[in-house]
């Protein structure tokens, strides 16, 4: 047993079965970004040492990467007179329309610079349809 849970302190059992998923910790959701996250970035360091705990242990890192083509159809620029936050239900599009954020190549698209990624079983990158 270790303390995996750097908030409640609560032991897990972490084994070669399990897996950390880190989820699109990504430049356009941090502060400054086009789709900000308030205090984003204060989460790198805790999630740097939970991936430690989980390499040690043999366990699976997967890390998810936003990674939308420049005209992604969630876009609010992608539709005239639309804006972010605009309520638009359309077959894979909605509930609301989006800020063009994370987009291929792009700075926004970047990782944040201190999330070790060394460790990563995978990159999953999505939004790309």
């Known amino acids: 047993m270790i ?3 750097l908030y409640t302190k609560k032991k897990l059992n972490i084994g070669v079965l399990d897996a950390l998923i880190i989820v699109d910790m990504q430049n356009d959701f941090m502060p400054g970004g086009n789709l900000p996250i308030e205090d984003g970035g204060l989460l ?4 740097n040492q939970l991936s430690e705990i989980f390499r040690k242990k043999g366990s699976k890192i997967f890390i998810t990467q936003d990674w939308h083509p420049i005209n992604h159809k969630s876009f609010a620029s992608q539709h005239k007179g639309k804006l972010p936050g605009d309520i638009f239900q ?3 599009i909605g509930p609301v329309l989006w800020p063009d954020h994370c987009i291929q190549g792009s700075e926004g698209a970047k990782f944040h ?3 070790d990624i060394s460790h990563a079983n995978a990159i999953i990158k999505k939004g790309i349809n």
Not at 44 to 47: G, P
């Open 3 to 5: 303390n995996c849970d």
């Open 44 to 47: 790198v360091d805790d999630i």
């Open 90 to 92: 359309s077959e894979g």
């Open 113 to 115: 610079k201190n999330l």
